[in-house]
């Protein structure tokens, strides 16, 4: 796949081509160029015909950053509020408890705001060449990703905040409410795997049982998910043992899904860039390790 050329009236962020080439993996189009292009995409700059200088809007920012869709201050406060919220049910959290929370929350808010207040900055000096336009949109994908992971996610102020102000009991109770909520998303993505490997080599029941098992039973949901975790069972199977893979499958099969294995490592960087973590460390509290999607499950029940 060749780079592509864009005029700037019609500058979108290329998600669509990351998704459109990934779900080459699972449904057989494309080529090994296509993987590159997954890997390449988020950092590659936008090209330019012969268009002269331009003006970029406020609005124009904000799209590349929010998205189409009306969001601002409103909508980072609301999502704050649900997510205190939250916790503060599972957890029985305190007035002063849920007020640091908030407070912590309003400084990622402020802080986010302010990088973004710095970008807009940059485009009010009129007219601009392309190549500077250019440089502007590769200034806002980085603030569009750490939308898309979460402003109150690893590393923020207000995930530091909740694991100070939290007890031991509140830590605990929201530490298995964490892995039970991965877990039911990480089965569902197990499923959907599943499926679209049976539309493409043509699963026998036992067979899907035991890909089902293997991968519940080997593998661990991620840390956080991401705008790709459609193709993280993908990953993690491709990291298995081969022979415990192979084993599944017949030789036909084998051929076309150890294909994709193959392609599917080459897209871990753009899954991490888009907010994947995966369970390779003990997360805190579990210096034991870290149970599979069965473990858990015997666990809670």
Known sequence: MGRLRRHASTLVFAAALVGGAGMALLHGQGDDDDLVEVRAEQKAPMVFGNVGRMVIA??????????NESRGRNWLEASLKQKVNEIGKVCRLSDLQMQKLNLAGEGDIQR????????????????MHPNE??????KTQPLRLELQRGLFGSGSLFQKTLFTVLGPEQTARYEQIDRERRTYRYRARVELCIAQLDAIVGLRDEQRRRLRQLMLEKTRPPKSFGQLDRFIVLVQMSRLPEDTVKSVFDPGQWREVKRR???????????KQNGV?????PAPGEAGGV????EIERLRN
């Open 133 to 138: 336009w250019n440089g502007i949109f590769q």
């Open 261 to 271: 294995l193959m392609q599917a490592k080459n897209i871990v960087p753009a899954l």
């Open 277 to 281: 973590v995966f369970e390779d460390e």
């Open 112 to 127: 986010f705001e302010t990088r973004v207040a710095e970008v807009k900055a940059k485009c009010q000096t009129g007219e």
């Open 291 to 294: 149970p599979t999607v069965i």
């Open 58 to 67: 406020e609005r124009n920012i904000d799209n590349w950053i929010y998205g």
